[in-house]
């Protein structure tokens, strides 16, 4: 509005509110004070709803924070096959007994699908493998038809009993029963002590073992034995990203065997590596099941054999098969090496223990039907041990 209509305004609002002092006011002295634009910033009021938002933000951005570390922080751990006790002491107890039934020697027969170039390292350890078969044909695998239950013992002399059952590569139904106590160590509260025995159809082993609270966890330590000469023992060597066990078998008070053997669980499988020396060799079996195009079940071993300078890698399908002469059932080892340059195929013949209980549909025991001997793994180191109420324990 401009000053001069301004002014003529408050003139004329003077003469109709104030005639009586119209001659009193002097237009010329009135001072109009210009508009000034107002530079302040608006004042921000409260809401709840923009708080609420932001505190939303911060949550999900914590909470994502933490699961990124989380993965972050773990992705080095290896899922464990073995997650309890009761697993731990079956399967231990387990593949114990099943490498007491190995200590018999082995027939086997090297039947080559052509002459090969050269003679494959592994020619020399498949005695070894085909024990190790034996142990681990029913303990790989899907994890979900592998149980370690817990049950009520039918034994008064034994508190604790656990329910192994799983399948074999014939499909047919394996169990074992363990029955054992658990004792505290009066000086040392970290130790308890187990005693007991591991029933397999008519036949059954003692047991004797320890554990040892660490800080990492349960160490879980076995020994199973026919008798004070012929036993095995099972030393816990796991971490806490490592599951593995070191196996000692005594043959008449001479060690014959000692294998370390590692379990990992990769898509809800349990797969074992067995790792040894011998002579001049270093050898590790990747053990793990399969199936093939036909639905039956094999075992699948990649292998490296390492001698020097020397490196052979290779392949090997384990599947079962019946043998008409010896009426009994057999593993047949497929075979295909890397050998340097060379490249080959050859196949071998091995015995099969009985893997069914007495519930199942199981054979005898496979003796195979070979020719010739492997070089098994003898080391002669005999030590002394104690019996105590029918167990064992190595001084």
Do not use: W
């Not at 079956?90 to 190995?102: E, L, N, V």
């Not at 384990?318 to 195929?345: C, I, K, L």
């Amino acid at each position: 509005m401009k000053l001069n209509m301004l002014k003529a305004l408050i003139k004329k609002t003077a003469e109709n509110e104030m005639p009586d002092v119209y001659a009193k006011i002097d237009l010329a002295t009135i001072n109009i004070i210009p508009e000034v634009e107002n530079t302040n910033p608006i004042k921000r009021h409260f809401s709840f709803s923009r708080v609420l938002q932001f505190a939303v933000l911060v949550l999900v951005l914590g909470f994502t924070s933490v699961i990124v570390y989380a993965l972050v922080t773990n992705s080095n751990v290896t899922p464990q096959a073995l997650i309890s006790d009761e697993e731990v002491i079956g399967f231990q107890a387990i593949s114990a007994t099943a490498f007491i039934g190995s200590l018999e020697p082995l027939s086997l027969a090297y039947l080559p699908l052509e002459t090969p170039a050269v003679t494959p390292d592994i020619a020399d350890q498949i005695t070894n493998l085909n024990t190790y078969i034996n142990v681990l044909e029913t303990l790989v695998g899907d994890k979900d038809s592998i149980t370690f239950e817990t049950a009520e013992s039918s034994r008064l002399e034994y508190e604790y009993y656990v329910h192994f059952e799983s399948i074999d590569l014939l499909d047919q139904v394996v169990s074992y029963g363990l029955y054992f106590n658990k004792t505290l160590d009066l000086e040392n509260a970290n130790v308890t002590h187990l005693e007991g025995v591991m029933v397999k159809s008519d036949n059954e082993y003692a047991l004797l073992g320890t554990i040892t609270e660490t800080a990492s966890g349960n160490s879980i330590n076995l020994f199973a034995c026919v008798d004070q000469n012929n036993y095995v023992s099972i030393e816990d060597q796991s971490t806490k990203s490592k599951q593995s066990y070191r196996y000692t078998v005594y043959e008449n008070g001479i060690q014959m065997q000692q294998v370390e053997m590692g379990l990992t669980l990769t898509d809800n499988r349990i797969c074992a590596t067995v790792n040894y020396e011998q002579d001049d060799d270093t050898v590790e079996f990747q053990i793990s099941r399969v199936g093939n195009n036909s639905g039956t079940a094999q075992i699948r071993v990649q292998y490296s054999c390492k001698n020097n300078d020397n490196n052979e890698e290779g392949d090997i399908d384990v599947a079962v098969e019946y043998n008409q002469t010896s009426s009994s059932y057999q593993y047949r080892f497929m075979v295909t090496y890397r050998h340097g340059n060379q490249s080959d195929s050859c196949q071998y013949t091995g015995s099969r223990t009985d893997k069914a209980s007495e519930n199942g549909n199981g054979n005898s025991d496979g003796n195979g039907n070979g020719q010739g001997q492997g070089n098994g793994n003898r080391n002669s180191q005999s030590q002394d041990i104690n019996v105590t109420k029918d167990l064992i324990y190595v001084v």
